[in-house]
């Protein structure tokens, strides 16, 4: 018979299976039971608690018809039809208390009454939608973790060794619904059926391929003094999520509270990378890092592109043409994992008015920050962004290095927590707790991840592995990295699990892994971090050496010649080479470069923390004014500082990495913490580039080039006394401030000679004879202005004696 289109059809009815599935073209309405307790109706638009005393009444009226078809009006317009039963007329007795629900605002909507027998659902013919979402599901599979599309259906599974129980809660959406507008669908997982030892699974049959939200109700022990954190009435957030929906737009200030969730794609064709595109797999010597922050580099109207992309995935490919003419070859990326930028306006506190701009706050480690998407696209255009992105700068020859945060969670401390996630689903498990099942915080940020637990260090091999498979990422450079060396009750590791599986894993094997060797429980192990012969290192000694030697600090100069020559003192040991160093003077944590050069103490007022916030050991001298001058004299020096460091580093045996801005003299006023500030401070300036282009940038980027042109400053080897020669016979003098020496190219004779001096006055130095047939030309002074600074070919020299100027440095090349 033809059902009206007021009515729904039963399709079958079993009360041993505790279940009545209701089918129509334009409902799907699934009837439960639990031991006759209660009955709900429930439907993508709606759902309605039916007492107990209505079930009681219902089933001595429901009895087989055979196969054929009968239907019942509700009060509402709704009616039911079935094939096996019939439920008589004792129906119109139940309460018309109706919840009103607009489907086109709510098309994934499970909505439930506050108490049983309080409403039923009622429908409003033209509003409904033409969706059909048959809830109907099965136990699933416990792998993969995460969420997997499966013959079945759409698989989801979650790890919680505590838990006591486990709610799937699904949105769904499409383009008339805001995220935060949807209410939610809720699925209870029972135990005895959807838990695997402790991971908990479902498989949900016929939800769309793309377009839903997911999160979790976890509920558990609430014994805090355990290290218990159990809250059933927070949806938390899957650490497997690939993909995060929350708001739209950095910075949007009208959705400061937005929740985040998980979401997928099983719709959209795999990523064509192109049929020229290889891994550009770059040898670890060859690499100049370029450390920059993807959001920062192109934000500023001065970019001068789209607004629509700027501070986007896609703004960097706009802007790769700038990395080729500095010369760069790999960037390294703060993080650009999903990060809350507004999490520090949580509640009234000293910082409440900072925006998280580095992103050193990981709310997921799977999923691309979906703010960098252009024009506030989500998600999924994230995603492909970010493969866009990383295929243009592999096509242009440079790698992607990603910085990432694996010691700690955005999820804070017991004191102020911001639960969205690890906290809430197994805090025992996730965090390293002291003997009290009290949070440890050896990362300075509240939590710290507990890293060589089995599950938590599987689950970080199965992130990085993600970054490497999905999008094509060619290394990484793990903050805090020390945090990653400690058991789970904080003690140090010799040979810690977690760093010695990434180092073995076949997968990173191709990878470029790099550890920031210290942490803020005071482990540092700059030159002793557990490697494998794999694992490179910043080189934090590195650093400090070199800032100290040329601002021209006694009893420095043999620590500066160490340094430059690859810190055999830290990493010749095994099979490690001089690349294992990552060599830095500036990083995106203290002063830039100008900075180094402008400022004696940090200006960190705009934080908000009195000034308490950010390092106090910089080793930097502002010759002589603190802050921005117009004495031409003090303008003049810092601009041969910033040479001189710069050389110094383009010179030095290792793999140097610079920071993003320092190419024009990027300034933050003094503040070396400028973690939370969304403006010019943090953001690339593209007109003072502009015009600094023929002189502070020129300078740099021939400097860079010059090193990938000449081998023997890209030794896969630590030096030895045949490729060094030391102009020096004053090593013990603490007062001494000047080093020379000439590296020597045993094939062509292309030595290259190179004379420092820190002193505040002239050096007149003797220069060594060239080799056989060859003659000196010098290519840099710095103490010379553009384009005399640094020329290419060289300027013929053929004295035998050279004064260099204070604070400057040369470097002479030996040619036919």
Not at 73 to 96: D, E, M, W
Not at 179 to 197: A, F, G, Q, W
Not at 637 to 652: D, E, T, V, Y
């Amino acid at each position: 018979m033809e059902l009206p289109e007021t009515s729904v059809f039963v399709s079958s009815l079993s009360w041993n299976k505790k279940h009545v599935d209701v089918y129509h073209k334009k409902y799907f309405i699934k009837i439960t039971c639990d031991m006759l307790n209660e009955i709900c109706i429930c439907c993508h638009i709606g759902m309605a608690h039916l007492s107990s005393s209505f079930m009681e009444s219902l089933l001595p009226s429901c009895h087989c018809r055979g196969n054929t078809s009968h239907s019942l009006h509700l009060p509402s317009g709704l009616s039911v039809g079935s094939s096996k039963a019939n439920f008589s007329s004792r129906c119109v007795a139940i309460s018309r208390k109706v919840r009103q629900i607009d489907p086109v605002n709510y098309p994934s909507l499970k909505v439930y009454g506050k108490q049983s027998g309080e409403s039923v659902m009622e429908k409003e013919e033209p509003i409904i939608p033409e969706v059909e979402i048959p809830l109907r599901y099965s136990s699933g599979s416990a792998s993969p973790l995460g969420v997997s599309e499966s013959q079945n259906g759409i698989n989801f599974a979650i790890f919680s060794k505590h838990a006591s129980s486990v709610v799937l809660c699904l949105k769904y959406l499409n383009s008339c619904a805001e995220d935060s507008n949807l209410e939610l669908v809720e699925i209870p997982l029972d135990p005895s059926k959807h838990r695997t030892e402790d991971i908990w699974h479902i498989c949900v049959e016929g939800l769309p391929q793309s377009g839903v939200l997911y999160g979790y109700r976890f509920d558990g022990p609430k014994e805090w003094e355990k290290g218990h954190r159990y809250d059933s009435t927070v949806v938390l957030l899957d650490p497997y999520a690939k993909l995060v929906s929350g708001r739209n737009f950095f910075g949007d200030v009208t959705n400061k509270q937005c929740h985040f969730l998980g979401t997928y794609d099983f719709e959209s064709l795999p990523f064509d990378w192109g049929p020229n595109y290889k891994l550009p797999n770059l040898p670890e010597n060859e690499l100049v890092i370029y450390e920059m922050n993807v959001r920062a580099f192109t934000a500023d109207e001065s970019s001068d592109l789209d607004p629509d992309i700027c501070g986007s995935y896609l703004g960097v490919i706009e802007k790769i043409p700038h990395l080729l003419e500095l010369g760069i070859n790999a960037v390294e990326l703060l993080p650009i994992f999903e990060f809350d930028e507004f999490e520090f306006q949580r509640f009234p506190n000293p910082r409440d008015h900072m925006v998280n701009t580095w992103g050193y706050s990981t709310l997921n480690f799977f999923a691309p920050m979906s703010r960098y998407a252009s024009r506030g696209g989500g998600p999924l255009a994230a995603s492909l962004e970010l493969k866009q992105m990383v295929r243009a700068l592999h096509n242009a020859g440079i790698e992607v290095i990603l910085d990432v945060v694996y010691n700690h969670t955005n999820e804070a401390d017991d004191k102020n927590p911001y639960t969205t996630s690890f906290r809430g689903i197994d805090n025992k498990v996730y965090y390293m707790l002291d003997d009290n099942s009290q949070l440890l915080n050896f990362s300075g940020c509240g939590n710290t991840l507990n890293c060589n637990h089995p599950v938590v260090k599987d689950f970080i091999l199965d992130s990085l592995r993600h970054w490497v498979t999905e999008y094509h990422v060619d290394g990484f450079r793990f903050d805090l990295a020390s945090v990653l060396c400690r058991d789970t009750d904080g003690t140090p590791l010799s040979a810690p699990p977690l760093i010695k599986a990434i180092a073995k894993d076949e997968v990173l094997s191709r990878c470029k892994i790099i550890a920031e060797p210290w942490d803020c429980g005071g482990l540092y192990l700059v030159g002793s971090f557990p490697n494998w012969d794999r694992w490179a290192e910043w080189n934090g000694k590195y650093r400090d050496d070199i800032r100290r030697f040329i601002k021209g600090d006694c009893g420095t100069k043999g620590s500066f010649a160490t340094r430059i020559s690859g810190s055999a003192d830290l990493y010749q040991v095994n099979q490690r080479k001089p690349y294992h160093s990552v060599n830095f003077v500036i990083a995106h944590d203290g002063f830039t470069l100008y900075d180094l050069v402008s400022y004696n103490y940090k200006h960190n007022d705009a934080n908000g923390e009195e000034g308490r916030d950010g390092c106090n050991d910089n080793f930097s001298w502002n010759c002589g004014f603190e802050g921005e001058v117009d004495d031409a004299s003090i303008k003049g020096l810092r601009s041969r500082q910033m040479k001189n460091f710069h050389l110094a580093l383009m010179i030095s045996q290792g793999v140097p990495m610079m920071l993003m801005g320092d190419e024009y003299g990027h300034t933050r006023y003094g503040n070396n913490n400028s973690y939370g500030h969304d403006t010019a401070i943090n953001h690339f300036q593209w007109g003072q580039l502009e015009s600094k282009r023929d002189g502070h940038f020129r300078f740099f980027s021939e400097m860079i080039k010059f090193r990938h042109s000449h081998h023997i400053l890209r030794r896969t080897r630590f030096l030895t006394k045949s490729d060094v020669t030391w102009h020096e016979d004053n090593w013990e003098n603490p007062e001494s401030k000047f080093l020379a020496f000439t590296l020597h190219e045993e094939k062509h004779g292309c030595d290259i000679y190179l004379a420092f001096n820190a002193h505040d006055f002239f050096v007149e130095v003797a220069i060594p004879s060239p080799p056989h047939k060859n003659s000196w030309y010098r290519v840099v002074d710095t103490n010379l202005e553009s384009p005399k600074d640094f020329v290419p070919e060289g300027v013929p020299f053929t004295g035998t004696q050279y004064n260099i100027a204070p604070y400057s440095s040369i470097l002479l090349e030996a040619k036919l």
